[in-house]
T-cell receptor
Framework: ETGVTQTPRHLVMGMTNKKSLKCEQH?????MYWYKQSAKKPLELMFV???????ENNSVPSRFSPECPNSSHLFLHLHTLQPEDSALYLC??????????????FGSGTQLSVL | GDSVTQMEGPVTLSEEAFLTINCTYT??????LFWYVQYPGEGLQLLLK?????DKGSNKGFEATYRKETTSFHLEKGSVQVSDSAVYFC?????????????FGTGTKLQVIP
């Protein structure tokens, strides 16, 4: 149990659907992250939130819309996705966002398939 | 920008064999270095880390030494077990624009056979 929970574990959606991914951390951390994991590619950082404020949007298309209502919850709203968006989406948290040696705690991810 | 290069897999070893997974990095600052492991169906977990040159990180029989002169952080284990089968990610962390930015390698899949 890493303390970071993601739902759903699997999601299949059409290109015209709207869906949301949910992440919850029970660790009292101040920073939360969304990563995209595609086969044979490095993990791609998508968004960083610190104390509910977005501090990084890593050139992510607007069809991905993050939301952080409080320091324990992070959402990724999806709409009009493309098949190339199919990937494993990982949520992570860390105690602090301002230090370089912080350990990241990851959830198990949501495996997304876009048809 | 920062980058991490690690050896391509998959790597297949027999139980009790010696493991080395190579990792080199490029960074403008003085990063911290990490190895994360991902077991099937799970997220990444921190395996070990080193925060400055010549530091050795170790955990569960795995070791890696921060070599600034060769910009490397190779992962080693003297005797692998079937339970070590997983994907291993080398990563570096630096402060970019005031926040921790972690750059990952592509991952190396390890399969240990009995």
């Amino acid at each position: 149990e890493t303390g970071v929970t993601q739902t759903p574990r699997h999601l299949v959606m059409g290109m015209t659907n709207k869906k949301s991914l949910k992440c919850e951390q029970h660790l009292g951390h101040n920073a939360m992250y969304w990563y995209k994991q595609s086969a044979k590619k490095p993990l791609e950082l998508m968004f960083v939130y610190s104390l509910e404020e977005r501090v990084e949007n890593n050139s992510v298309p607007s069809r991905f819309s993050p939301e952080c209502p409080n320091s324990s919850h992070l959402f990724l709203h999806l709409h009009t996705l493309q098949p190339e968006d199919s990937a494993l989406y990982l949520c992570a948290s860390s105690q602090d966002w301002g230090r370089a040696n912080e350990k990241l705690f990851f959830g198990s991810g949501t495996q997304l398939s876009v048809l | 920008g920062d980058s991490v290069t690690q050896m391509e897999g998959p790597v297949t070893l027999s139980e009790e064999a010696f493991l080395t997974i190579n990792c080199t990095y490029t960074a403008t600052g003085y990063p911290s270095l990490f190895w994360y492991v991902q077991y099937p169906g799970e997220g990444l977990q921190l395996l070990l880390k080193a925060t400055k040159a010549d530091d050795k990180g170790s955990n569960k029989g795995f070791e890696a030494t921060y070599r600034k002169e060769t910009t490397s952080f190779h992962l080693e284990k003297g005797s692998v077990q079937v339970s070590d089968s997983a994907v291993y990610f080398c990563a570096l962390s630096d402060l970019g624009q005031g926040y921790q930015k972690v750059t990952f390698g592509t991952g190396t899949k390890l399969q240990v056979i009995p």
